[in-house]
C-alpha cells in the first residue's frame, strides 16, 4: 500500500490557486482511476483506489498547508507504513510553471507543506514537485504562490493534470524516470 497526499489549502477560495496544484493532481488522479467515494479521515479527505495493481490511499490534508504533515502522519502510522511509502504532490517555485520533477529526500526548500511533513515523517517519502514558477521578486512570492490561475494558464494546467493522472501507474510502479519521460511527451503531444 502506499500514501499519496496531494497538498493544499481547503475552502473554495483557494480552489484556484497555484498553492493548491497538489489537490487538484490528487482530484485529477482520483477521476482517472476511479477511486473510491471520499472520506472525512486522517485530518483530511481521502479516497482509496488501485493504480497498475498497487494499493493507494490518496489524502487531501484538510489541516492548512503548514500543518500538513500531521494528516499525512496519521495516515502513515495508521497503516503501518514508512516514509518511503508515501508520495507528496506539490507546488514548487523554483521550477518552470507546468514542469515537474520526482526525487526522494531532500530539503524543504522553504516550502511550509513539505517543512511539516519532513518534520512529521522524516525527510525519506517521494515528492513529486509541479512547477508553479517564481514572479521573480522575492516580495511577490506570497502573493503568486496564493494567486488564481490565469485563464491563459487552465489549459497547459489541464494538460499536466491529465498527464500526470494519466502516467501515475508508473509512479504506483516505482518508475519515476519513466512516469517523468511519459508525462513530458504527453505535453510535447498537448503542446
Known sequence: MQIWAGLGNPGAEHSMQRHNVGFMAADAIAEVHGFGSVQRKFQGWAQDG???????????PATYMNKSGQAIGEAMRFYKLAPEDVTVFYDELDLEPFKIKVRRGGGTAGHNGI????????????????????????ARVTKHVLGNYAKSEIEPLTDLLGAIAAEAEWLAKDDDARFLNEVALRMQDAG
Not at 488501485?50 to 487531501?60: A, F, N, P, S, V
Not at 519532513?118 to 517564481?134: Q, S
Open 115 to 138: 517543512r511539516s511533513t519532513d518534520a512529521h515523517i522524516g525527510p525519506e517519502f517521494r515528492r513529486v514537485r509541479i512547477g508553479i514558477g517564481h514572479p521573480g521578486n522575492k
Open 50 to 60: 488501485r493504480i497498475g495493481g498497487e494499493k493507494i490511499l490518496l489524502l487531501k
